[in-house]
């Protein structure tokens, strides 16, 4: 069973007493929280860490902060208070991009999360041999040159690819979700950090792939 | 007129061909024409022997006289280097040269050497002023537009045009965000977006999410060296095909049969729009030149199919970035004058299988997108009104060892972003760690675009690897790189020293920030009143020079009028009546006008059908809807 991300945003602000937006900064009067800068892309976004957050929730999301604190709104009143809500809007854009791609957030959610183990050098799950050499050749192949048709077969193959790991990612958070603290769960976050790992690798060469436009 | 002036905020699309300006009058964008009723400012400066400018319609006029010093297309120089226009240097008819020592390029004009950054100040100032006069206020501040793929070095020398000639810029926007902010202002709309901007010389595609007052750019690509430009030079190839080796070498050698033939590639395009077929004459006997050939549409089409291609390939691209189809494109944008020409649309309806909105004038959406914005930004805007969530359009990385990159930020990340990168020092006591940025997706340096070198100083000396520097890259909302540094061990703020590759420094922008802007009085009507009179001065230049080389045109009959007309100017010039010299100006003007019109016509002919040249060349000011709503 999913469980949905919940707003955890009660922030209000020191000065004003107004809610914010985002704990960073205050929309109402202007007042910035340097200090808050290190939260998490949840604790930005007043998220509870969770993996299964829908799209649609991230892009309202993004309509109401932007709306409240997008430096435009600011520009007239001071050349102090517009770069605070720079700079605020630039650790929101950040939290939000994080948020957003499954991938990144898993990897978040692994360095937040209270009951992830912390995985060393020789704790880390190790990547197959033949995947990372099916990785190598595929970059030097990108790197050749492809002809249309084969870089259309490629980037259906990758997208492939990263959805299935998408739903690896999702099945294991659940799991993790439900038995917390146990070898289950242990289990299931070795599983997640392979598949980060091993999506960071599909995503450089579907990185590769884009590349520039032909001029 | 004292006590009169007000400060306005406005929007103004700085374009490779024409320049327009507009603001936010009553709740509603429109475009602010000058006394003449001209909305478009033709971005063209004329230079003559004395250095003494003229730009705009005028300047466009003089071309044939002074084909050296006419220049056209500067936006294709803003931010390049010598390396990156090869393939336009032989196009135009003035002379483009490399800044000694620098990578920088500048034109070169009767000997002296003028940088993009100048000339786009000079047709920025006209802009103004143009507009400062229409409704009697003072213009320093604005909105300028950018294309959406123009790097940090294109942004920022634009952000210098616009401080040499005497405005605050509010923001740097980029043009297709520009567009989609004039179609789309009703927040209950929501989908997707399109926009296809293909201007004069540049060209976009960028892909936007509206949702409830919210303009987000999701992905963006381009090219900053396609556009009508090479619409004319395809058409060039056309009508200069029969022409002998000879011929053809005679022509590319000479300044004023280029531009000749230009003018008549122009015409012949624009009438192909909506004819089938377009009649080119062209006589230039001193060069052995003679052109009389029938271009028939479906020719032109041909000729351009491989250019349309491109901006189709950029299409796909986009969209593959946004990770959508075109059916998930709910409604396209054609902005540019070239999207007039039907085999664009005809092209994107049939990629699309849905044609695209072309409701509003290609030329002026973008201006009238600016000047909300510049309402917005300038404090008079509702504060409810839209916001504009773009992206950048590169990936940012730095230099490392060996000659590889490090990629900081990542193509169309929102903006403003942040992104920090640890230094070290490689060396006992090493004081200065030198940093060089890069724009662009390959992987090593020598294929990216260098942004400029940052060095960061003052660090405090010690044993090498002890220092820990952490650099700060923020692109601010223009998608304007700023670098911040500090040593973690001591909280040393490092000094940062720029090095532009492309641009200027801070220093150098103060210095050409023009005199008559540094040196106005506070009193707009005098400063005013100082500029009509420098226009005043050129005109009496160029007619003194008509009536010297063009005796074959001119009877006496129409030489005495121009001469009294003269008369009458010099009698007013000296005085301080500005509209007592204006009157003049114009009656001299109307006096040259068709000696200017024969001049061209005696070169260059296209069979149009029983248009006028102004029809042609699309002068008449033509009527547009301020706002249209997405359906």
């Known amino acids: 069973m999913s469980t949905y991300a919940k707003s955890t945003n009660a922030w209000s602000c020191d000065s004003c007493g107004a809610a914010m937006a985002t704990p960073l900064f205050c929309d109402g009067c202007g007042t910035d929280y340097p200090e ?51 700079i605020a809007q630039a650790a929101v854009n950040e939290a939000l991009e994080e948020i957003r791609t499954p991938f990144r957030r898993a990897e978040t959610l692994i360095s937040v999360l209270p009951h992830a183990p912390e995985f060393t050098e020789e704790t880390r799950p190790s990547l197959p041999t033949p995947f990372l050499i099916q990785q190598l050749e595929l970059q030097e192949e990108i790197e050749d040159g492809l002809s249309k048709e084969r870089k259309r077969e490629l980037t259906t193959w990758v997208r492939s690819e990263l959805k299935e790991l998408r739903a690896v990612l999702d099945s294991a958070f659940q799991l993790v979700e439900k038995s917390k603290e146990s070898d289950t769960s242990r289990d299931a976050f070795e599983r997640i950090q392979s598949t980060v790992d091993r999506s960071r690798y599909w995503r450089n060469i579907q990185r590769s792939l884009r590349g520039q436009l032909p001029t | 007129m004292k006590g009169q002036t007000r400060d306005i905020v406005a929007g103004i699309d700085l374009g490779t061909t024409n320049s327009l300006c507009a603001w936010v009058v009553d709740g509603q964008p429109a475009i602010i024409a000058d006394r003449k009723g001209r909305r478009i400012t033709p971005s063209v400066v004329s230079v003559d022997e004395e250095h003494h400018t003229v730009v705009g319609d005028e300047a466009r006029e003089r071309g044939l006289l002074n084909p050296e010093g006419t220049i056209t297309s500067v936006k294709r120089f803003m931010g390049r280097g010598l390396s990156d226009i090869t393939e336009d240097l032989g196009r135009f008819p003035y002379k483009v040269v490399r800044v000694r020592d620098s990578e920088q390029v500048s034109i070169r004009v009767h000997g002296r050497e003028y940088t993009p950054q100048e000339l786009s100040a000079m047709i920025l100032s006209e802009v103004k002023q143009r507009a400062e006069r229409a409704v009697n206020g003072r213009l320093k501040r604005a909105v300028i537009t950018v294309p959406a793929y123009f790097d940090d070095a294109q942004r920022q020398a634009t952000r210098d045009a616009g401080r040499m000639a005497g405005i605050d810029v509010l923001r740097i926007i980029n043009e297709p965000t520009a567009a989609a902010l004039a179609y789309g202002l009703d927040k209950s709309k929501s989908g997707t977006v399109l926009v296809y901007d293909l201007g004069g010389g540049t060209f976009d595609v960028s892909i936007l999410k509206l949702t409830e007052g919210v303009f987000k750019v999701i992905a963006t690509t381009g090219n900053t060296s396609l556009g009508g430009d090479d619409f004319d030079h395809a058409m060039i190839d056309l009508i200069s095909a029969d022409l002998t080796p000879e011929a053809a070498t005679a022509a590319a050698a000479a300044p004023q049969a280029r531009l000749a033939l230009k003018m008549a590639a122009e015409r012949a395009k624009i009438t192909l729009s909506t004819e089938t077929e377009a009649q080119v004459e062209l006589s230039l006997p001193e060069l052995g030149v003679e052109i009389s050939v029938t271009i028939s549409r479906a020719a032109y089409e041909a000729a351009i199919d491989p250019l349309i291609t491109k901006t189709l390939d950029a299409v796909d691209f986009v969209l593959d970035d946004a990770g959508l189809d075109p059916e998930d494109v709910r409604d396209i944008v054609c902005v540019g004058g070239s999207t007039r020409t039907p085999r664009v649309r005809q092209r994107l309806t049939e990629f699309f299988d ?97 942004l400029g070198r940052f060095k960061l100083k003052g660090l405090p000396p010690m044993s090498a690897g002890m220092p820990r520097v952490l650099v700060e890259f923020f692109i601010n909302a223009d998608g304007i790189l700023q670098v911040k540094a500090k040593e973690m061990t001591s909280g040393t703020e490092a000094g940062i020293e720029v090095t532009p590759t492309y641009g200027l420094t801070d220093e150098q922008v103060e210095e050409m920030i023009f005199d008559s802007i540094e040196n106005a009085e506070e009193d707009v009507e005098a400063h005013m009143l100082a500029d009509t009179k420098a226009e005043a001065g050129s ?93």
């Open chain 1, 36 to 86: 808050r800068r290190g939260m998490t892309a949840f604790g930005i976004l007043g998220l509870e860490p969770t993996f299964s957050i829908p799209t649609e929730m991230i892009d309202d999301l993004e309509s109401k902060l932007v709306s409240r604190l997008h430096p435009d709104r600011w520009q007239s009143r001071g050349t102090s208070l517009h770069r605070k809500a720079l």
């Open chain 2, 354 to 450: 849905k044609a695209p909105h072309t409701d509003l004038n290609p030329d002026e959406v973008v201006a009238l997108g600016a000047s909300i914005q510049a309402n917005v930004l300038g404090g008079d805007g509702s504060s409810d009104g839209a916001v504009l969530l773009d992206v950048t359009p590169l990936s940012l990385g730095i230099e490392t060892y060996g000659g590889g990159t490090t990629k900081l930020l990542w193509r169309n990340s929102p903006i403003p972003v942040r992104a920090t990168e640890g230094f070290t020092t490689y060396v006992d006591n090493q004081t200065v760690v030198d940093i060089h940025v890069l724009q662009g997706e390959r992987e090593m340096a020598a294929d990216l675009r260098s």
């Open chain 2, 539 to 631: 005109i009496l230049r160029y007619s003194k020079k008509v009536l010297a080389e063009r005796t074959d045109l001119i009877d006496a009959a129409l030489a005495a009028e121009i001469e009294a007309a003269m008369e009458g100017l010099e009698a007013v010039v000296a005085g301080s009546v500005r509209s007592d010299i204006e009157t003049a100006m114009e009656s001299l003007n109307d006096k040259t006008a068709p000696v200017a019109a024969q001049m061209m016509n005696e070169v260059l002919q296209v069979t149009v059908h029983g248009k006028t040249m102004g029809e042609v060349l699309g002068e008449k000011p033509r009527s547009s809807a301020q706002y249209i709503q997405l359906t």
